[in-house]
Structures are given as structure tokens and as C-alpha cells.
């Protein structure tokens, strides 16, 4: 879990309502002042009481806006980018949640005295509310070279994902930075290791560094990948489309290619 969100959640148990905990967290980085924010969010909170959009939802809406927002009328690819990032983000939200009606994801409609008093004795404002605000905030995720950090992971960090490389071609123990003109070595029990690592992670896994910087063969490499991947996992592959612009597509294709292969082979 990100300090944002971290932040966020112990606000909002602080006695913030959901929408001026998710704002509050957030604004400052983007030059605005938390005390103008939580003015301005106060009324969003409980889905504007009315039950409608959850205040975290409407929050984030408003970081996005903070964040991607047009600041003048002849603006329009700002407003068409936080329009964009608005969308996908409600569809992120309702994938995980079902909803962003705040009836619907508390089962009680709080614009009702009967439903306002029912949630407050039900303690839903201590189960519900803080993951609604928690799914608000950007996924936070860890990223490593090493198996042993992912198994530290699983016992001592609230990440939403993990990015696993293949290879870890430079040993860090000591100097854990980048270190210019260090001898890299790409060795295949890295990576038998890693993917063995993956298989027991309980969070969504980005596996990259896949193609050994350019060493190994892509269609080899991303039949390898795809016999790895489990649901929700994903591939991360860098690309140099100056000399072949196609690039992008082709990776595309092997990597389908051969997720139809082992679902025809498996399925």
C-alpha cells in the first residue's frame, strides 16, 4: 500500500469523510492546499449523501483532475486525457468492486435515517469504507532482481503487484544503485528461479527483463514466458523501433501466439 493511500485510510478513521480523506492525501503534491481540499470535498462524502457515487470514487476523480486537468478553456487534450483516465479508472474501480454507487457497495442507503442508522451500527464504516478508499489510490507495487525480495515481500509488504526480472545481471548486495560499465551476466537458473518464485506469489506478477537485453530469441523467449504466466500476470518487454517499427506488433504476436498454444495444449 502506497503512504498516499496509507495516509488516506487513517484519515478517514481520523473522522474525515471518504472523499476528503482520498483528496487530502493527494492534493499537495499538486500545489493544492489540504485545507482548501478538504473544503471542497466535504460534500461528497457518503456518495453526496444521497448514496450516489462513493465519496473515494469522486475523490479520485478529483485527483485526476488535479493531476491531468485542463487550466484553460482552449485546453481540449487535457480535458479529453482526464476524461479518459476518468473512465478507465471507474472501470478499474466497478471490476473490483462491482459498483461505484455507495448504496450498492454498502447494501444500505445512508440518505435514509433507517439507512444511516443501520450503517452506522453495522460497522460498515470500518470494514467497507476504508477499502473503498484504499482501491481508490494508485496500485503500488515492488519491484526486484532477486527471488528473496518477493519472498520478503509476501511476509512484510502490502503491495498490489510485483515486477519479477528474469535475470539478475548485476549483483547489488553491496551497492545496491546502478552501477555504469559493471560486467553483466544473464544466467537461465536466474530465471528458472524466478518464475519459480512467481508461482507462489499471492499478488499479480510484471514479468520483464524477459529477452535477456536483446540475447535471447523472442519467439523462444516468449513461449518460455507464456508457460509462466498465471491469470492476472502480465509481460513487460522493452522495444527500439528505430530500426524495426513493427516491433511492438510482432512481440504482440509471439506472445499471443504462444499464450493460444499452451491454453490449446493445457485447455
Not at 12 to 23: D, W
Not at 108 to 125: N, Y
Not at 212 to 222: K, L, Q, S, Y
Request: proline share 3%; net charge negative.
Amino acid at each position: 500500500m502506497s503512504a498516499n493511500i496509507e495516509q488516506a485510510v487513517e484519515r478517514f478513521k481520523n473522522g474525515f469523510n471518504c472523499c476528503q480523506a482520498v483528496v487530502g492525501s493527494y492534493c499537495e503534491q499538486f500545489g493544492l492546499d489540504s485545507e482548501l481540499a478538504f473544503k471542497v470535498a466535504t460534500g461528497f462524502g457518503g456518495g453526496m449523501r444521497m448514496g450516489e457515487t462513493c465519496g473515494a470514487v469522486t475523490g479520485a476523480f478529483m485527483v485526476l483532475g488535479l493531476k491531468y486537468g485542463n487550466t484553460t478553456a482552449e485546453d481540449k487534450e487535457s480535458k479529453a486525457k482526464t476524461y479518459k483516465m476518468v473512465v478507465e479508472y471507474t472501470n478499474r474501480f466497478k471490476a473490483r468492486n462491482g459498483s461505484v454507487m455507495c448504496k450498492e457497495l454498502l447494501g444500505i442507503d445512508i440518505s435514509t435515517d433507517q439507512g444511516l442508522q443501520s450503517f452506522m451500527e453495522s460497522g460498515l464504516h470500518d470494514s467497507v469504507c476504508p477499502k473503498m478508499i484504499q482501491d481508490a489510490g494508485l496500485p503500488a507495487g515492488l519491484a526486484g532482481h532477486n527471488p528473496r525480495v518477493f519472498e520478503w515481500a509476501e511476509e512484510h509488504a502490502d503491495a498490489d503487484f510485483y515486477m519479477c526480472s528474469y535475470y539478475n545481471p548485476t549483483r547489488r548486495e553491496k551497492n545496491p544503485g546502478h552501477q555504469h560499465g559493471a560486467i553483466e551476466a544473464f544466467d537461465a537458473a536466474a530465471r528458472d528461479a524466478m518464475v519459480e518464485t512467481i508461482k507462489g506469489l499471492s499478488k499479480p506478477a510484471i514479468h520483464y527483463k524477459v529477452l535477456a537485453a536483446g540475447r535471447n530469441d523472442p519467439a523462444e523467449t516468449f513461449a518460455f514466458v507464456a508457460r509462466h504466466l498465471r491469470p492476472n500476470d502480465a509481460a513487460c518487454v522493452g522495444i527500439y523501433a528505430a530500426e524495426k517499427p513493427n516491433m511492438m506488433q510482432e512481440d504482440i504476436d509471439l506472445l499471443m501466439g504462444a499464450i493460444e498454444k499452451q491454453e490449446g495444449c493445457c485447455g
